[in-house]
Each structure stands twice: as structure tokens, then as C-alpha cells.
């Protein structure tokens, strides 16, 4: 049995127990006060009528009791409460009796022979008093008996006075004293022991539900009910175990991610995406049935263990299933959803030995069927391995190069038009490859993110890149990038600052960058979040204009200090009828209305730098202008700057001077 259970009773008995041995003493102390009361009651009244009976020695030897002793006796017994009264000789011969017993009784009997007891103890000279319980009518229910001998001037016993004391009332008394005395210590004892002891089982149950709680955060997922990762994980080591001593029974698992789950928590709300997982886990649960262990690995991302998976096609029909149970329809705010989930298999042993593994094998297998389109359902495959080694490998990378300092910061120039003059750099993020190259951004930051190393990342740029800045001209800025997932995940407003402390330098030179994309998560907070960035002195950009969903809905909602257009259109500026031409033209005067910079992005060519001279872009970036260079080249291209801006005047004269000539 359960501790929950016994624990209380063991607590219940012992205070019962301690309350029935405190009331059974006071039951046989009152018991004893009453049986003590009564014996003295009888003595002293039978002792105060053997006193005031003037003619008892001649009722003892056989006179009639006079008038005023009848009268005597019957006031006794009503003041007193004497129901019988009788006076012996000295022989025990009954020779007075009253009139109180019932009709046709008879009470005639020696004192040797009605109390054998009482005639030893009136032969030794003394009282004799007893104390019984009757049976009404003929006796009261708890009365006392008592015979006090009389002595003549010879000293020799010469009567017996024998009277009947009712006790009941007074035997009441003492039972009502004893009922509140036994309920006082009863309340006294739970006072004493009941609240002490309520209160520590009361702590006693929450130290248990809390750790209940703790064991279960620690192997159940809060949201769905699922078994987390952590114990998947260990159940599936488990399962591997048990199929390997059943010789091989061969065993799969299914990672499944609900498509779409971005967008659904985007237009109705983290309530609906909640619930949603909800819906997904108790559909999933059902198709696995007994046996199979089912969990949320984060996100909505859920997989379940599949037993018995004999071979390839089984696995996949059992796959089918969690397609076909999870597209039945949703309805949200009176919206009907159909929803539809990708679906990752791995099977042991042909996709991994170990929990860990295959894990990872259906995780790939995912994720390779997701970048395929939606609904997909994939099974891992060997070429799908080498896949997985790079992944494992590129985060390797990125964990010893954050660890070891071995990134690095490369800045590509931004000049101002008209005039080609050195504004600033914008900062880049490097992760050498080990053979003398880079691994690109494109692949890095996304596996940043997904390592949940991003802020980490992010901030080592943000300080670096502010630490060089520091030691450039005070006319030149430097932009640094910011990831939808840092703001996901601390204060970047905090981490900015304290960038902007360690390197003093002037905030008015800092340019954040930051997609649309991230203004699509949750756009209060990240408003909220940019009002405290623009605080620090720090300029906004908005980057990669004109590619997402809803920029100019944004543009006037926060004051951003420059947008950039999105390199894109300049690489499609060149195709045939196509629209690029107009869209920079229309962005840039947007950009200038709203009273913001605008640069461009992607200028490759001396035609796409006239291009946005002609459309009046403040800035323009560009392999036209310079690639990314190293910290070391950086003070080169100022200074090669710095040269043309001092040779210009000059050669102006001298051209002033040859049309002059």
C-alpha cells in the first residue's frame, strides 16, 4: 500500500489513541471522585439519622418509633433523598423498616443474612458502606447502601441504622462533568497534537506533490502531458534493450512535425498553437496504442516508438495512420483548420544501435521530407547519413569556435552617393572551415540557431564589432546584424548596451540590422524591444526591404533610421522587361518621404551604381565597391578613402587650371 495511505492512518490512530488513554484516565478518575462522593454522602447521612433518632435504643429493642421520629425520617428522606431506612438490634434483627419499598415486597430478613458483610464489619465495631447500581423501579440506578452501628454507655453495639442513599442525580452530574472534561481534553489533544500533526502532513503532502511536480517537469512534457526527450530517450533505450534479448524484434520511430505550426501560432494566437499540440499529442497517442511510448521532443515537434515494425512497409502503413489521423479537421474561432503533419522513420538496428541515433536518424529523415514539401513522409536512408555527419560536424564546429575564440569579424564597405565616400562597414560573421576557406553564413547561422548558440554567437559579434569600430574615424559607422532568434531568447537591448559600455563607442555609429521576418513573430514585444534599442542611441535598419510580407506596414509604425533594399533586385536588374528599375525607384522615394536613408544592396556594376545615383540612394554596398575584408585590411580601404577625399580638390584645380591655359 501506498505511503499517501498509511502515513495518515498511522497520524489518525495515534492521536485517537493518545485521546481514548487521556479520556480513560479521566473516565476513572471521575468514576473514583463519584464512587468516593457517594460513599461519604451515605455515612454522614445515615450517621446524622442514627445521631437524631432520640428513642433509636428502644425502636432496637422493640418499641414502636414514635410520631416525631416518623416525622424526622420522612423529612430525612425527602431532603436527603433516602428511599429506605431500617433499624436493627444488636443481633442484627430488623425491628424499623420504612414504608418505601414496592407493594409486595418484603424486607424482613436478619442483617447476617441480607448483608453478610456488613454484619462482620458491624460486629468489629465499624460502618460498613457500599455503592450499587440498581435496576429501577425496585432499586435506583446507581444509589449507596450504609450500616452504622450505635453504641450504648457500655461500649457494646446496642443498633444498627442501615439507609439507602439515591445517588442517581448526583451520578448524572458527575457524567455531564465527565462528558465536557472528556470533550475539553479531547479538543485540548487535537489542539495540542491535531494541529501540529495537520500541519506537518499538510507539509508532508505538499513536499510530496512538489516533488511529484519535480518528477514530473523532469520526464513529462507540461503543455501535452507527453513523455519529454529526456525520457523518450530512455524508454527507447529500454525498448532496444528488451528487442535485443527477444532476439531482434525490430523497432521504429516516427518524428512528427505539424505543418504549418508557425503560421497557425501567427494568426490565431499562442492559445490556438497550444491547443493544437494538445490535439496532435491525444491523436498521436491514440494510433500508437498501448505499449508504444509517445513524446513531444520540443516544439511541435512529437514522435512515438513503434514495436513490431517487421520491416519497411510496416513502418510506413504505421506512418500512413499518423497522417491520416492527424489531417482530420480542426476548427479555431469558428475557422476549420486541416492540418497536416511530416513524418520521419528510422528503424533499428539498419539506422542506428542506439537511442541517440536513431533519434537523430528520424530527425534528419524529417527534415529532409519537410524541405521537400508539406505532408511528406520519409524514411532515413544512407545518403541521407553523410547529411547527418555534416550537421553533427558543423556543430562541433561551432561549439569549439565559440568555446576557442575562433570566429572571425570580416566588414564590407558602405560608400555614400553621390561622391563615393567611405561611410561605414557593415560586420560579418566568419567560421573558418580548417582547409583555408570559410563555411558560409548561410549554413552556420541557421545551425546557430537551431543550438540554441545564437546569443552566444550574436553577442561575440555585437562586442567585436563595436570593440574595432572604437578605433576607426568617428565619421564611420559600423552595422551589425541581428537574428529573429536572439530577440526569441534574451534581451538584446542588455546585450547591446553592454557592447556599448565595454567599447565606448559613440552609440549614433552602432546600426542594427533586422529583417521584416522578425517584426512577424510577435511585433509588440519586438516594437517594444526596438524602442529600447533606438533608447541606447543606437540607429535601426530595417534589412532585405521589399522580399518579406508587410514592410510598409511597419515602416510607419516605427521610425527606422535607414532601410536597405534587398540585393535581389539588383541581380534581377539586368533580365529582360523586368521591374527591378521601378521598384528601387519607388522604394527609394518611399524611403525618402518617411525621411529615411536608403541604401542598396548587390551593386556589382558601374551600371547599377548609376542606377542608384539616379534614384537618389544615400548609400550603395556592393562587390562594385568591395568585398568583405579582414580587421587587418580594414585600416587600408580607410585609408585609400581618405586619400581619394583629399586628392579630389586637387585635381579639380588642376583642371581648373588646364581649361584656363
Same mark, same amino acid.
Given at each position: 500500500?501506498?505511503?499517501?495511505?498509511?502515513?495518515?492512518?498511522?497520524?489518525?490512530?495515534?492521536?485517537?489513541?493518545?485521546?481514548?488513554?487521556?479520556?480513560?484516565?479521566?473516565?476513572?478518575?471521575?468514576?473514583?471522585?463519584?464512587?468516593?462522593?457517594?460513599?461519604?454522602?451515605?455515612?454522614?447521612?445515615?450517621?446524622?439519622?442514627?445521631? /437524631?433518632?432520640?428513642?433509636?435504643?428502644?425502636?432496637?429493642?422493640?418499641?414502636? +418509633?414514635?410520631?416525631?421520629?416518623?416525622?424526622?425520617?420522612?423529612?430525612?428522606?425527602?431532603?436527603?433523598?433516602?428511599?429506605?431506612?431500617?433499624?436493627?438490634?444488636?443481633?442484627?434483627?430488623?425491628?424499623?423498616?420504612?414504608?418505601?419499598?414496592?407493594?409486595? +415486597?418484603?424486607?424482613?430478613?436478619?442483617?447476617?443474612?441480607?448483608?453478610?458483610?456488613?454484619?462482620?464489619?458491624?460486629?468489629?465495631?465499624?460502618?460498613?458502606?457500599?455503592?450499587?447500581?440498581?435496576?429501577?423501579?425496585?432499586?435506583?440506578?446507581?444509589?449507596?447502601?450504609?450500616?452504622?452501628?450505635?453504641?450504648?454507655?457500655?461500649?457494646?453495639?446496642?443498633?444498627?441504622?442501615? =439507609?439507602?442513599?439515591?445517588?442517581?442525580?448526583?451520578?448524572?452530574?458527575?457524567?455531564?462533568?465527565?462528558?465536557?472534561?472528556?470533550?475539553?481534553?479531547?479538543?485540548?489533544?487535537?489542539?495540542?497534537?491535531?494541529?501540529?500533526?495537520?500541519?506537518?502532513?499538510?507539509?508532508?503532502?505538499?513536499?510530496?506533490?512538489?516533488?511529484?511536480?519535480?518528477?514530473?517537469?523532469?520526464?513529462?512534457? &507540461?503543455?501535452?502531458?507527453? =513523455?519529454?526527450?529526456?525520457?523518450?530517450?530512455?524508454?527507447?533505450?529500454?525498448?532496444?534493450?528488451?528487442?535485443?534479448?527477444?532476439?531482434?524484434?525490430?523497432?521504429?520511430?516516427?518524428?512528427?512535425?505539424?505543418?504549418?505550426?508557425?503560421?497557425? /501560432?501567427?494568426?490565431?494566437?499562442?492559445?490556438?498553437?497550444?491547443?493544437?499540440?494538445?490535439?496532435? =499529442?491525444?491523436?498521436?497517442?491514440?494510433?500508437?496504442?498501448?505499449?508504444?511510448?509517445?513524446?513531444?521532443?520540443?516544439?511541435?515537434?512529437?514522435?512515438?516508438?513503434?514495436?513490431?515494425?517487421?520491416?519497411?512497409?510496416?513502418?510506413?502503413?504505421?506512418?500512413?495512420?499518423? +497522417?491520416?489521423?492527424?489531417?482530420?479537421?480542426?476548427?479555431?474561432?469558428?475557422?476549420?483548420?486541416?492540418?497536416?503533419?511530416?513524418?520521419?522513420?528510422?528503424?533499428?538496428?539498419?539506422?542506428? /544501435?542506439? &537511442?541517440?541515433?536513431?533519434?537523430?536518424?528520424?530527425?534528419?529523415?524529417?527534415?529532409?521530407?519537410?524541405?521537400?514539401?508539406?505532408?511528406?513522409?520519409?524514411?532515413?536512408?544512407?545518403?541521407?547519413?553523410?547529411?547527418?555527419?555534416?550537421?553533427?560536424?558543423?556543430?562541433?564546429?561551432?561549439?569549439?569556435?565559440?568555446?576557442?575564440?575562433?570566429?572571425?569579424?570580416?566588414?564590407?564597405?558602405?560608400?555614400?552617393?553621390?561622391?563615393?565616400?567611405l561611410t561605414g562597414f557593415e560586420a560579418l560573421a566568419r567560421l573558418p572551415n580548417g582547409s583555408g576557406g570559410f563555411i558560409p553564413p548561410i549554413e552556420f547561422i541557421p545551425a546557430a540557431e537551431r543550438m540554441g548558440a545564437i546569443g552566444r554567437l550574436g553577442a561575440w559579434v555585437m562586442t567585436e564589432a563595436c570593440r574595432t569600430a572604437a578605433h576607426w574615424p568617428d565619421a564611420l559607422t559600423v552595422s551589425v546584424n541581428l537574428s529573429a532568434a536572439q530577440f526569441a531568447k534574451e534581451s538584446v537591448a542588455d546585450m547591446v548596451?553592454?557592447?556599448?559600455?565595454?567599447?565606448?563607442?559613440?552609440?549614433?555609429?552602432?546600426?542594427?540590422?533586422?529583417?521584416?521576418?522578425?517584426?512577424?513573430?510577435?511585433?509588440?514585444?519586438?516594437?517594444?524591444?526596438?524602442?529600447?534599442?533606438?533608447?541606447?542611441?543606437?540607429?535601426?535598419?530595417?534589412?532585405?526591404?521589399?522580399?518579406?510580407?508587410?514592410?510598409?506596414?511597419?515602416?510607419?509604425?516605427?521610425?527606422?533610421?535607414?532601410?536597405?533594399?534587398?540585393?535581389?533586385?539588383?541581380?534581377?536588374?539586368?533580365?529582360?522587361?523586368?521591374?527591378?528599375?521601378?521598384?528601387?525607384?519607388?522604394?527609394?522615394?518611399?524611403?525618402?518621404?518617411? /525621411?529615411?536613408?536608403?541604401?542598396?544592396?548587390?551593386?556589382?556594376?558601374?551600371?547599377?551604381?548609376?542606377?542608384?545615383?539616379?534614384?537618389?540612394?544615400?548609400?550603395?554596398?556592393?562587390?562594385?565597391?568591395?568585398?568583405?575584408?579582414?580587421?587587418?585590411?580594414?585600416? =587600408?580601404?580607410?585609408?585609400?578613402?581618405?586619400?581619394?577625399?583629399?586628392?579630389?580638390?586637387?585635381?579639380?584645380?588642376?583642371?581648373?587650371?588646364?581649361?584656363?591655359?
Amino acid at each position: 500500500m501506498s505511503s499517501n495511505y498509511w502515513r495518515p492512518a498511522i497520524l489518525v490512530l495515534a492521536v485517537a489513541a493518545f485521546i481514548g488513554g487521556a479520556v480513560g484516565v479521566e473516565r476513572y478518575t471521575i468514576d473514583r471522585l463519584l464512587h468516593d462522593d457517594a460513599v461519604s454522602t451515605a455515612h454522614s447521612w445515615t450517621a446524622f439519622i442514627a445521631r /437524631n433518632i432520640p428513642d433509636l435504643t428502644e425502636i432496637a429493642v422493640g418499641d414502636p +418509633a414514635t410520631k416525631s421520629t416518623l416525622e424526622f425520617v420522612a423529612n430525612v428522606k425527602a431532603v436527603g433523598r433516602v428511599f429506605l431506612f431500617k433499624i436493627y438490634d444488636a443481633s442484627g434483627e430488623p425491628r424499623f423498616i420504612s414504608n418505601e419499598l414496592p407493594e409486595g +415486597a418484603t424486607d424482613d430478613e436478619d442483617l447476617a443474612d441480607h448483608n453478610p458483610e456488613a454484619q462482620e464489619a458491624i460486629e468489629a465495631g465499624q460502618p460498613a458502606i457500599e455503592v450499587k447500581r440498581g435496576t429501577p423501579p425496585s432499586r435506583p440506578e446507581y444509589y449507596s447502601e450504609a450500616y452504622i452501628p450505635t453504641f450504648g454507655k457500655d461500649g457494646k453495639v446496642n443498633a444498627v441504622v442501615e =439507609a439507602y442513599i439515591d445517588q442517581t442525580e448526583k451520578q448524572a452530574g458527575f457524567e455531564r462533568a465527565s462528558l465536557i472534561s472528556a470533550t475539553a481534553i479531547g479538543l485540548l489533544v487535537l489542539l495540542a497534537f491535531g494541529i501540529p500533526a495537520g500541519a506537518w502532513y499538510w507539509r508532508k503532502r505538499e513536499q510530496e506533490r512538489a516533488e511529484a511536480r519535480i518528477h514530473f517537469l523532469a520526464n513529462y512534457d &507540461a503543455l501535452s502531458g507527453l =513523455a519529454n526527450r529526456a525520457r523518450f530517450t530512455d524508454g527507447l533505450t529500454r525498448a532496444l534493450a528488451e528487442a535485443t534479448v527477444a532476439g531482434g524484434l525490430p523497432i521504429a520511430v516516427h518524428c512528427v512535425d505539424i505543418d504549418r505550426f508557425k503560421d497557425i /501560432n501567427d494568426t490565431f494566437g499562442l492559445t490556438a498553437g497550444d491547443m493544437i499540440l494538445k490535439i496532435a =499529442a491525444d491523436r498521436l497517442t491514440s494510433v500508437a496504442g498501448s505499449g508504444n511510448i509517445v513524446a513531444r521532443l520540443g516544439g511541435d515537434e512529437l514522435a512515438v516508438i513503434q514495436r513490431g515494425a517487421h520491416d519497411a512497409g510496416a513502418a510506413d502503413t504505421f506512418a500512413r495512420e499518423i +497522417a491520416r489521423t492527424m489531417a482530420a479537421p480542426v476548427r479555431l474561432n469558428g475557422q476549420e483548420i486541416a492540418l497536416s503533419v511530416g513524418v520521419g522513420i528510422a528503424m533499428a538496428p539498419d539506422h542506428g /544501435n542506439d &537511442a541517440e541515433r536513431l533519434i537523430k536518424s528520424a530527425e534528419l529523415a524529417l527534415a529532409k521530407g519537410k524541405s521537400e514539401g508539406r505532408g511528406r513522409i520519409r524514411i532515413f536512408s544512407r545518403d541521407l547519413d553523410s547529411e547527418l555527419v555534416k550537421r553533427l560536424r558543423l556543430e562541433r564546429a561551432i561549439d569549439t569556435a565559440l568555446a576557442n575564440n575562433g570566429f572571425l569579424l570580416h566588414f564590407q564597405p558602405l560608400y555614400s552617393e553621390p561622391g563615393e565616400v567611405l561611410t561605414g562597414f557593415e560586420a560579418l560573421a566568419r567560421l573558418p572551415n580548417g582547409s583555408g576557406g570559410f563555411i558560409p553564413p548561410i549554413e552556420f547561422i541557421p545551425a546557430a540557431e537551431r543550438m540554441g548558440a545564437i546569443g552566444r554567437l550574436g553577442a561575440w559579434v555585437m562586442t567585436e564589432a563595436c570593440r574595432t569600430a572604437a578605433h576607426w574615424p568617428d565619421a564611420l559607422t559600423v552595422s551589425v546584424n541581428l537574428s529573429a532568434a536572439q530577440f526569441a531568447k534574451e534581451s538584446v537591448a542588455d546585450m547591446v548596451g553592454a557592447a556599448l559600455a565595454t567599447s565606448h563607442l559613440e552609440p549614433s555609429r552602432l546600426l542594427l540590422e533586422i529583417t521584416e521576418s522578425l517584426l512577424l513573430t510577435d511585433s509588440e514585444a519586438i516594437m517594444a524591444e526596438l524602442g529600447r534599442l533606438k533608447a541606447l542611441g543606437a540607429k535601426i535598419v530595417m534589412d532585405d526591404f521589399g522580399t518579406g510580407y508587410s514592410s510598409l506596414s511597419y515602416l510607419w509604425r516605427f521610425p527606422f533610421d535607414k532601410i536597405k533594399i534587398d540585393g535581389s533586385f539588383m541581380r534581377g536588374f539586368d533580365a529582360k522587361d523586368s521591374p527591378a528599375e521601378k521598384i528601387v525607384r519607388t522604394i527609394a522615394t518611399l524611403g525618402h518621404t518617411l /525621411n529615411m536613408r536608403v541604401c542598396i544592396e548587390g551593386v556589382e556594376s558601374e551600371r547599377h551604381a548609376g542606377y542608384a545615383r539616379l534614384v537618389g540612394c544615400d548609400e550603395v554596398q556592393g562587390y562594385h565597391f568591395g568585398r568583405p575584408a579582414a580587421a587587418v585590411d580594414v585600416a =587600408a580601404i580607410i585609408l585609400a578613402d581618405f586619400r581619394k577625399r583629399t586628392a579630389a580638390p586637387a585635381d579639380d584645380r588642376a583642371k581648373a587650371n588646364t581649361r584656363t591655359g
